[in-house]
């Protein structure tokens, strides 16, 4: 099983082994989407969603995701972060939610900002889905990623 770090040389699931890697500067970036109809996002824009405000809860679910990757994703490092945000786009048909997360460490923080998008957008989904049960998230992905031993990375769209 060469190759395949998260597997050991009898084929099963392992943490990998950090210690001896050095310690850098590490950032990603996500993003992704949640679509919804004028109504909901109406709500949400004026406030009058019953449950509150929709986009400082989402926030908040956000950044308190990121602070438990390790406990929701098998083989993740449990990481010390710097530092977690999350940024709010409200659009003609919907919101996009792109969250920055950093660390000084040995591995990097693309979980850590990819869990705190998707939380945000499921605290927007079940806080608005009385207004619209057919809102779709959509398109959650890694936008960039700074540091560490590979360098770093850019999505190209």
Known sequence: ????????????ARMVDVGGKAETQRIAIAAGRIRMNAEALAAIRDGKVPK??????ARIAGIMAAKKTADLI????????????????LEDDGITA???????G????????LTAVSLALLTIYDMAKAIDKGMVIENIRLIEKRGGKSGDWTAST
Do not use: R
């Open 74 to 89: 098998p083989l993740c490092h449990p990481l010390p972060l710097h530092s977690v945000a999350l940024d709010f786009t």
């Open 52 to 57: 509150g405000d929709v986009v400082a809860a």
């Open 98 to 104: 792109k969250a920055t997360a950093s660390l000084t």
């Open 1 to 12: 099983m060469a190759g395949l770090t998260h597997l050991d040389e009898q084929g099963h």
């Open 106 to 113: 040995k591995t990097g923080v693309e979980m850590e900002a």
